[in-house]
């Protein structure tokens, strides 16, 4: 079975732009999350998206935003780019069914952003 | 929300068994603990999760004490490919995921 991917691996942006990142899940998973990781803060979660519909969500501004499509796949945008957005943002999938607490997610390997 | 304490980094000789420990005092009774690692560079991975009872699968062991209040991973013959950062997390908020990493416990493995 294909893991998480995640689309691109990298990318190199300027301050001021926006960006979206892809992220598949693996087939069967209807939960997706999205973490971002930097030296300093380490791994902060960003958002959870079940069913299309936005499930929990962390401590970001608003210029996080994500969306989940029908077949589970998960774009997250980033407007207005900071130079503190630079950072590995992290994509992991899980079956997670309604009310589950007990089933493990699984992490892409991430897509490395630079804001120049 | 619940909170882990893990040690800042930990040796371990290569064959020599891990032993990686984590409070999470706080603990609800219907959390579960999860480990993850992650090596340089890529995605966490998965390594075992338990309630309350000990748990062993082909990665590791997790060991949970009585009150649940801490637990401990075996690694039970480290390999210099265990070397990762090892992340202690308990599941957190009413349904989903909204997973709180901490620092985690940066392991070295020695030849």
């Known amino acids: 079975k294909a893991g998480v991917t995640q689309t691109p691996r990298y990318l190199i942006k300027t301050r001021g732009q926006q960006v979206t990142l892809s992220c598949s899940p693996i087939?069967?998973?209807?939960?997706v999350s999205w973490y971002q990781q930097t030296p300093g803060q380490g791994l902060q979660f960003l958002f959870e998206y079940f069913s299309e519909t936005q499930r929990n969500k962390g401590n970001f501004p608003g210029r996080f935003s994500g969306r989940q499509f029908s077949n589970s796949r998960s774009e997250m945008n980033v407007s207005t780019l900071e130079l503190g957005d630079s950072a590995l943002y992290l994509c992991?999938?899980?079956?997670?069914?309604?009310?589950?607490?007990?089933?493990?997610?699984?992490f892409g390997p991430g897509t490395r952003l630079t804001v120049t | 929300d619940a909170k882990t304490t893990q040690p800042t980094s930990m040796d371990c000789a290569e064959g020599r068994a891990a032993n990686l420990p984590c409070n999470h005092s706080?603990?609800?009774?219907?959390?579960?603990v999860y480990w993850y690692r992650q090596i340089h560079s890529q995605g966490p991975q998965y390594i075992i999760h338990g309630l309350k009872n000990n748990e062993t699968n082909e990665m590791a062991s997790l060991i949970i004490t009585e009150d649940r209040k801490s637990s401990t991973l075996i690694l039970p013959h480290a390999t210099l490919r265990d070397t990762a950062v090892y992340y202690c997390?308990?599941?957190?908020?009413?349904?989903?995921?909204?997973?709180?990493f901490g620092a985690g416990t940066r392991l070295f493995v020695k030849a």
């Open positions: 706080t603990i609800s009774g219907n959390e579960y």
């Open positions: 992991a999938s899980s079956l997670s069914p309604q009310g589950a607490r007990d089933y493990e997610q699984y």
């Open positions: 997390i308990v599941r957190v908020g009413t349904g989903g995921f909204k997973t709180i």
């Open positions: 087939s069967g998973h209807r939960s």
